[in-house]
T-cell receptor, first 112, second 114 residues
Framework: AQTVTQSQPEMSVQEAETVTLSCTYD???????LFWYKQPPSRQMILVIRQEAYKQQNATENRFSVNFQKAAKSFSLKISDSQLGDAAMYFCAYRSGQKLVFGQGTRLTINP | KAGVTQTPRYLIKTRGQQVTLSCSPISGHRSVSWYQQTPGQGLQFLFEYFSETQRNKGNFPGRFSGRQFSNSRSEMNVSTLELGDSALYLC?????????????FGEGSWLTVV
């Protein structure tokens, strides 16, 4: 069974600086999808970025980018120019068929 | 384009009662899945429906059930509620083809069992 591990329960960063959230996963599959979701206090899960495992190029969405290391089974999220609105829980997720397997989450605090 | 809509947003039930939660997926999406989120267990997959058929089921007791209608709307039911069923229940939908690779979530239904 696939597992997802986020080793940082909490992180904090100064506004306008860069922060990296870590995620590792375990799978025997060769083709899969990985996601980062953001969950603000409203509790809605918002898609931040996705990565197809067959693509070697790291995904980028504006200030958000990933460092996908397939051999190491690592999928970290980098947030550049952090903004107050980035404060939230961040979940790394692995798509296994029609379901997502989530990590335990990282609570990100932005210090003004 | 409307997102995933869940109702009710908040509800309080008494132990032993049953509850039904509703989810309307994004227009055109035929896959609907449900997740339970608790502080202790995190996010756990309940089940997934596609074209009115349950395709996948998580490791939850039979008290948790669901169904999907021909318009892709879905409901989940929890019978004989226990205190431990208090949680945020998230519904998600996905499309087919390239669009099916991403799963989109609703705002969730907060269930409190007293």
């Amino acid at each position: 069974a696939q597992t997802v591990t986020q080793s940082q329960p909490e992180m904090s960063v100064q506004e306008a600086e860069t922060v990296t959230l870590s995620c590792t996963y375990d799978t025997s599959e060769s083709d899969y999808y990985l996601f980062w979701y953001k969950q603000p206090p409203s509790r809605q899960m918002i898609l931040v970025i996705r990565q197809e495992a067959y693509k070697q190029q790291n995904a980028t969405e504006n200030r958000f980018s990933v460092n996908f290391q397939k051999a190491a089974k690592s999928f970290s999220l980098k947030i550049s120019d952090s903004q107050l609105g980035d404060a939230a829980m961040y979940f790394c997720a692995y798509r296994s068929g029609q379901k997502l397997v989530f990590g335990q989450g990282t609570r990100l605090t932005i210090n003004p | 384009k409307a997102g995933v809509t869940q109702t009710p947003r908040y509800l309080i039930k008494t132990r032993g009662q049953q509850v039904t939660l509703s989810c309307s997926p994004i227009s055109g999406h035929r896959s609907v899945s449900w997740y339970q989120q608790t502080p202790g267990q995190g996010l756990q997959f309940l089940f997934e429906y596609f074209s009115e058929t349950q395709r996948n089921k998580g490791n939850f007791p039979g008290r948790f059930s669901g169904r999907q209608f021909s318009n892709s709307r879905s409901e989940m039911n929890v019978s004989t509620l226990e205190l431990g069923d208090s949680a945020l229940y998230l519904c998600a939908s996905s499309g087919t083809g390239w669009a099916g690779n991403t799963i989109y979530f609703g705002e969730g239904s907060w269930l409190t069992v007293v």
